[in-house]
């Protein structure tokens, strides 16, 4: 079956641009997570949705970040503004349930803002 | 500030033999724990688990033990195989939120 798919796969913006990066999760699961992995460091949490309710949005670093998933299956991250600083990749993950258990990522958008 | 930490960035082994991976945490509201490989360009696939309530989880060439006093876990490959060659991230859940470590780059040499 299909797993958890990005795209674009990489996107390069000037500062200053808007981007918007899409990700479709395995059908049917109810959790999806949005992470930022900047080089040589590990994924860090941004926003995490329970179907299409965005139940945390802690990890979002400015209000410049924005993310939704409004029928519940595909989301979208949107960067407004971008800066240098954004340049990381970001990884979609869904999960079947609501808690703990396994978390199936997506193969992640690459972001380079010049 | 980092929550769960992989101390060394990378690790050769010769294929056949073991590779040791290790990961410490400091959160102790961590409940589960999980590892992850990654080959480049793709995204992290799930490796082994294991909850809190237990001291080690084996699957196939893969165990991790938990030991909760010292808030540290490892990961065991035996034996170690060319395509275990990857970067290897811990992560810890509380509720629904994972954290990961910096991730460690196994190269398993011929």
């Known amino acids: 079956g299909a797993g958890v798919s990005q795209s674009p796969r990489y996107k390069v913006a000037k500062r200053g641009q808007d981007v918007a990066l899409r990700c479709d999760p395995i059908?049917?699961?109810?959790?999806l997570f949005w992470y930022q992995q900047a080089l040589g460091q590990g994924p860090e949490f941004l926003t995490y949705?329970?179907?299409?309710?965005?139940?945390?949005k802690s990890g979002l670093p400015s209000d410049r970040f924005f993310a939704e998933r409004p029928e519940g299956s595909v989301s979208t991250l949107k960067i407004q503004r971008t800066q240098q600083e954004d340049s990381a990749v970001y990884l979609c993950?869904?999960?079947?349930?609501?808690?703990?258990?396994?978390?199936?990522f997506g193969p992640g958008t690459r972001l380079t803002v010049t | 500030d980092q929550q769960v930490k992989q101390n060394s960035p990378s690790l050769s082994v010769q294929e056949g033999r073991i590779s040791i991976l290790n990961c410490d945490y400091t959160?102790?509201?961590?409940?589960?724990f999980l590892w992850y490989k990654k080959y480049p360009a793709e995204g992290p696939t799930f490796l082994i688990s294991?909850?809190?309530?237990?001291d080690k989880n084996e699957d196939g060439r893969f165990t991790v033990f938990l030991n909760k006093s010292a808030k540290h876990l490892s990961l065991h490959i035996v034996p170690s195989q060319p395509g275990d060659s990857a970067v290897y991230f811990c992560?810890?859940?509380?509720?629904?939120?994972?954290?990961f470590g910096a991730g460690t780059t196994v190269t398993v040499r011929a």
């Open positions: 992560a810890a859940f509380n509720d629904y939120k994972l954290s």
């Open positions: 294991i909850s809190s309530i237990k």
């Open positions: 949705f329970q179907n299409e309710a965005q139940l945390d």
């Open positions: 059908s049917g699961h109810v959790s």
């Open positions: 993950a869904s999960s079947q349930g609501t808690g703990i258990g396994e978390q199936y």
């Open positions: 959160n102790s509201m961590f409940d589960y």
